[in-house]
C-alpha cells in the first residue's frame, strides 16, 4: 500500500457538515453537494478524498463520553492552523486535549453529525509558550 486515497465521512446532514468542512476545517473543495452520483460532497486534504456521504447512520455516534471510544480520522496541520481550531473549537469533551503523543501533538472533535475528527500537529510549540497537554494516562482518570 502506498498511501491512503479515500475516506467515506457518514453523515446525516448533508448540507451543515458540507460547510463545516468547507469553513471550519478549510478542506479544498473537490465536488460540491450535488455534482456527482449520490448525496454526498468531496473534499481534498493532501492527497488524501474525504467524502461526505448522506446516509442516516451518522446519529449512532453521538452519545460519547470520551474521544478514544470509537475510530477516528486525524488530519495534519502547521502549529498556527492548529491553535486557531483549538480555539474554536474547545470544550466538546472534557478530555479532548490537546493530548501529547510523543512525535505530535493532537486534540480531537466532533462535526455536526456526531464523527470524531482529530488535528494534530509535528511543530513545536512556540518559544514563550506554555500548555498543560494530557497524555495516554490521563484517559482513564
Request: charged letters at 30%.
Amino acid at each position: 500500500m502506498d498511501a491512503i486515497d479515500h475516506i467515506n465521512v457518514d453523515v446525516d446532514n448533508l448540507e451543515l457538515c458540507y460547510e463545516f468542512y468547507r469553513d471550519v476545517l478549510a478542506l479544498d473543495l473537490l465536488r460540491p453537494p450535488g455534482d456527482f452520483q449520490g448525496d454526498h460532497a468531496m473534499f481534498e486534504a493532501g492527497d488524501t478524498v474525504v467524502t461526505l456521504a448522506e446516509t442516516g447512520r451518522a446519529e449512532e455516534w453521538t452519545d460519547l463520553d470520551h474521544p478514544l471510544d470509537k475510530a477516528h480520522i486525524a488530519f495534519a496541520t502547521n502549529r498556527e492552523d492548529y491553535e486557531a481550531l483549538v480555539d474554536r473549537l474547545d470544550g466538546q469533551f472534557p478530555k479532548q486535549g490537546p493530548y501529547d503523543w510523543g512525535d505530535f501533538e493532537g486534540f480531537y472533535f466532533l462535526d455536526p453529525d456526531g464523527n470524531l475528527l482529530e488535528v494534530i500537529t509535528y511543530d513545536p510549540l512556540p518559544d514563550g509558550m506554555e500548555r498543560d497537554l494530557l497524555d495516554h494516562d490521563s484517559i482513564d482518570e
